[in-house]
């Protein structure tokens, strides 16, 4: 699994968590460019097993020394899951993250973490890098607090802050606003989404050309990445819709108050990204066509892989 690029220019990239929709488009994307050794629960799939709930960060030691660059894309985003076992989600979210940043001071690496929207409480948007952390939720919390430790404790920092993001699956990860929708509609199920819940969503693409810009020019700044486009849920399926005519699926909307969750929800936590357009020189692609890219690159899967079944 290990894909090294002999290049002598090319940084040695250890990305843990290397099978999540953040990891696999990482890699993805960029693996022709870097050297890189994966890390994550799964043997068959990854170069180094490490499972964060019952492994000490020592047995990752020598991969850690290796690295010029660790992008950390452990986590648990399941905000319900974190509200509802908040002790497990504290050893991934927060525990982690911290014993990499303390391990830096041995291995001198540039550390690249992930962090969320949720650490804002929807009250008073556009939130940009200096906005205040208000969380509402466990899973917030536990971010904000791994972002002051590393940013009080990291020489080598790179905070990444992706919102909501999107796109095609490439493994066996859980469900993205996307990849749940276009099933659903592809299937022609009906469906009731949110439409007081509002975000500027990020496409998978954008998050991976910021990775790409911050390890070649070895940035150590704090990012808040989203797309242009604000929309609530209700917005973004209708927009699959639009681009699926021969959908059945009838689309209701509602707000948030007809969904019982164990966590709050912050109601709009849409970024101002101008700090990663003038720094980073990324700057999104149009909801619009974003989706009508993804809609015709899912259909077009999905009609391959059916051929496939039919001739086996």
Known sequence: MTTENKSTHSKRILLLGSTSFTGSHTLNSLKDRYSFRTVGRQADSVDRQFDVYNDDISALSKDLDWADVVVNCFSNGDVDSCEVNPRPSAQLNLDFPKALCDFQKKSDFHLV?????????????????????????????????????LKDNSAKLTLLRPITMYGQLLGEQRHNPFSFFFDRLQNNQDIVAVNDVLVNMLHVDVLTQCIEKVIDDSIYEEFNISGDDIVSRFGFVSEIKRHIPSSSSIVTETDSSGFKTAARRPLDTSFDNQKMKSLLGVHPISLSNSIEALVAGAISKSLTDDDIRKAA
């Open 113 to 149: 973490h992930f962090s969320s929207n949720a650490v804002y409480d929807g009250d008073n948007p556009l939130y940009s890098e200096t906005s205040g952390h208000h969380p509402i939720n466990t899973y917030g919390r536990l971010k904000s607090e791994a972002d002051n430790y």
